[in-house]
């Protein structure tokens, strides 16, 4: 795992950046929250085999947010397929009946599971298991904002974990836009007065995006520094997302000696 027990979660804000540091939506004297600077992400905690009985698995804390990811597979699919070169990736995301603070609504997030799909689709080498399916089922047990970018990561690292031959990790990241500020990985009480949102999922030794949304209004400029912020943010959690694959692969190695 990148952090031990007692330790404090590794942190992966982008390089700082110049700029104002109030929103207009805001007092003049407005901080965020939880504290942070706009341009400061919240600690990140990993650990990897959380699952026993799951091919690979990984949980993550990204502040208040909660999440845990097991993989299955590659095995055979219950479904009927012609033959294929390519395997299949099935993803669902779900949510606790606790996860928010109105209890009893957990319920499968199919809009999530889509766009969980489509930001590892490409990271996956599929051709490495033909004609079978790997099963990625993602339960946040605490949303706290910015749920998506933290199941994406998590996803990633719960498929290395379960030895999925992938091009490289992803990474997830997003931004806020509240007035002219841009308030990187928001939580949940940001993202309910945010004029507009982006998220970037991408493969950070590669340098590749594997998936960009983006909601509300932005201008060219906006946008791009929004993007910037995210790209930077997002190297910084791939050496964080490695380092625990690499601490996880010397325990291993550890208790088998």
């Known amino acids: 795992m990148a952090v031990k027990s007692g330790m404090t979660p590794a942190t992966y ?10 929103s207009p939506l805001f007092k003049e004297d407005w901080i965020r929250p939880d504290g942070r600077g706009f341009h400061q992400c919240r600690p990140a905690f ?74 590892l689709e490409g990271a996956i080498i599929l051709e490495s298991f033909p004609k079978t399916t790997v099963d990625v089922f993602a339960l946040v047990l605490e949303s706290s904002g910015s749920d998506l970018p933290v199941i994406i990561s998590v996803a990633s690292l719960a498929l290395a974990d379960a030895g999925i031959l992938m091009y490289d990790l992803v990474a ?11 308030i990187i990985d928001p939580i949940s009480e940001e993202e309910n007065c945010q004029d507009g949102s982006l998220m970037i999922t991408c493969m950070p030794s590669r340098y590749e995006i ?6 509300g209004d932005w201008s060219a400029l906006k946008i791009n520094e929004g993007m910037q912020l995210c790209l930077d943010a997002c190297a910084k959690l791939g050496k964080i997302m490695r380092s625990c694959l690499k601490e996880s692969a010397s325990d291993a190695q550890d208790e088998s000696s």
């Open 46 to 119: 990993f650990r990897n085999g959380a699952v026993n009985a799951a091919s690979g698995s990984a949980y993550a804390e990204f502040g208040n947010t909660k999440v845990i990811v097991s993989v299955f597979g590659p095995r055979e699919s219950k479904k009927a397929m012609l033959y294929s070169d390519t395997g299949r990736l099935n993803c669902n995301v779900s949510y606790t009946t606790f996860a928010t603070p109105v209890r009893g609504q957990g319920s499968d997030h199919k809009e999530y599971s889509s766009m969980l799909h489509k930001a």
């Open 172 to 182: 997830a990241v997003s931004v806020s836009c509240i007035g002219k500020s841009l």
């Open 13 to 22: 804000s982008p390089s700082p950046t110049t700029g104002k540091k109030k």
């Open 210 to 215: 594997t998936q960009l949304a983006v909601t």
